[in-house]
Nanobody, 119 residues
Framework: QVHLAESGGGLVQPGGSLKLSCTAS?????MGWYRQAPGKQREMVAT???????NYGDSVRGRFTIHGDNAMNTVYLQMNNLKPEDTAVYYC????????????????WGQGTQVTVSS
């Protein structure tokens, strides 16, 4: 199984920025970020395939940007204009990419990193 290592979470004030990173133990075809707030279901934040196809959740589109290295073993999530409702544990995921270059989350998750947006 591919191992994932996440970093970059923390406490930030509303309107601030954070950058998360996730490194896989080998190159993959797709990586993504999901998040889960207390009492809520896990939701997709952003995904990236090896062809640089991206997809964003409606609540973060225009504020967050996902990008990766050429080897597709590290993915970054740049989060700008953070809001209190962005507070959650953020999880990195290895994706299964189908013939149409669509991302499907696998059961391979990172340990999670806490992001707290509060004044």
């Amino acid at each position: 199984q591919v191992h994932l290592a996440e970093s970059g979470g923390g406490l930030v004030q509303p309107g601030g920025s954070l950058k998360l990173s996730c490194t896989a133990s080998e190159g993959v075809f797709g990586m993504g970020w999901y998040r889960q707030a207390p009492g809520k279901q896990r939701e997709m934040v952003a995904t990236l395939t090896s062809t640089n196809r991206t997809n964003y959740g409606d609540s973060v589109r225009g504020r967050f940007t996902i990008h990766g290295d050429n080897a597709m073993n590290t993915v970054y999530l740049q989060m700008n204009n953070l809001k209190p409702e962005d507070t959650a544990v953020y999880y990195c995921n290895i994706g299964i990419v189908d013939y149409f270059d669509r991302y499907h989350p696998s059961n391979n998750w990172g340990q999670g990193t806490q992001v707290t947006v509060s004044s």
